[in-house]
Each structure stands twice: as structure tokens, then as C-alpha cells.
């Protein structure tokens, strides 16, 4: 007699398939984790603790950042919905990202103020002497400037931090000297010229 699939789905049909996990191994990104506390038991302690932990592990601080910024929202929300009495990630300052990969940083590597750049952008256009232009403006004359200058395509992309080189392409000017270059050369090769 033949068993439908309800009759054989026990217990031991149920289990993920592939390799229990092994306690003493690492999770991604090498950090090993503690038990947290419970909510109403989190202090700003618990909270400084965690952020030197995932810097001493490699974590980037930008990384740490977002991380406080993300449980900072939802300790907000547990507040709201009567979980937990405060939001103990207000309760500590929040961890700065001293980033030397940003573009726009103060002297001492940390971010500039949303309207930092612009006003400092605005200013050296003064001191230059030249007209008033959007910032992005400038990326684009200087994608066309080393493009001008035959600077490869890719290491224009890499340095307008395009992910595809198809934004680059799409992103500098092609000037007309260097149209009439490329059609001067197609004519030559066209006439066997060269």
C-alpha cells in the first residue's frame, strides 16, 4: 500500500538539509558573538562594549556607525511599543567615523557636515575667479579632461568611482577635437594611409 507525502513527512523530513552548525566556529566576519542581554537589562555600556568589539575585529567605522544607528531606531520603536523603558543608544554618543576613504572629510578624517562641502566648493570658485558651477559639474569636466587627454577609459571610471565604465562613458564629453582625430584616423585606415 502506497503511503501519501502527509504519512511521510515526520519529524526528520523537517530538518534543513546540509551540516549542523559547529559551535566553536566563527560566524562571518569573524566576530565572535555574545549572548545580548535582554532589552530591559541593555545598558550604554553593553552598547560601547559591542562597537570596540566589532572595530577591534575590523569592522570599518562607518560600518559601526550605521550599526548604532540602526539599533538606536529600533530601540525607538521598543520604546514606542512599551518593550523597553529607554533608549539607551541615545544615552551615549554615537561612534565616529574617523573614515580616510571618504571624499569629503574635516582634518581630522571625520565627515563634513552636509553643507560643508558646498560651502567650500562655492568658495574656491570665488578665490579662482571662475563662473559658479554645481560640484557634479566638476566631475563631469574632469571625466572630459583626462578623457582629452587620452587617459584610458578605465582609469577614468576608477577615478569617478563608477562601478560600470558604461557610466563613465555616458558621463564624460567626447570634445570635438578629439572626434575629428578619430575621423581623421578612420579615414587614413579606410585609405590603407596608415
Not at 542581554?37 to 559601526?64: C, F, I, R
Not at 574617523?98 to 552636509?114: I, Y
Not at 560643508?116 to 559639474?137: F, N, Q, T
Request: no cysteine.
Amino acid at each position: 500500500m502506497r503511503r501519501g507525502w502527509r504519512a511521510a513527512a515526520g519529524p526528520a523530513s523537517r530538518r534543513r538539509p546540509g551540516p549542523a552548525p559547529r559551535p566553536h566556529a566563527r560566524p562571518a566576519g569573524g566576530v565572535r558573538r555574545r549572548a545580548a542581554p535582554p532589552l530591559d537589562k541593555l545598558t550604554p555600556e553593553h552598547l560601547n562594549q559591542a562597537y570596540s568589539t566589532m572595530l577591534e575585529s575590523g569592522l570599518s567605522p562607518s560600518t559601526v556607525l550605521k550599526v548604532h544607528r540602526v539599533l538606536s531606531r529600533a530601540l525607538k520603536i521598543a520604546v514606542r511599543r512599551s518593550k523597553v523603558a529607554k533608549n539607551v543608544a541615545t544615552l551615549i554618543d554615537a561612534p565616529v567615523a574617523n573614515d580616510p576613504d571618504l571624499v569629503f572629510a574635516t582634518r581630522h578624517g571625520k565627515p563634513m557636515e552636509r553643507s560643508e562641502d558646498y560651502k567650500a566648493w562655492k568658495a574656491l570658485l570665488k578665490r579662482a575667479g571662475v563662473r559658479d558651477a554645481r560640484l557634479h559639474d566638476a566631475r563631469h569636466t574632469a571625466g572630459t579632461l583626462l578623457v582629452e587627454q587620452s587617459v584610458h577609459i578605465r582609469v577614468v571610471q576608477e577615478i569617478l568611482g563608477h562601478a560600470r565604465v558604461t557610466t563613465t562613458e555616458r558621463y564624460t564629453h567626447v570634445a570635438g577635437a578629439l572626434m575629428q582625430d578619430a575621423s581623421t584616423r578612420m579615414g587614413a585606415a579606410l585609405r590603407g594611409d596608415g
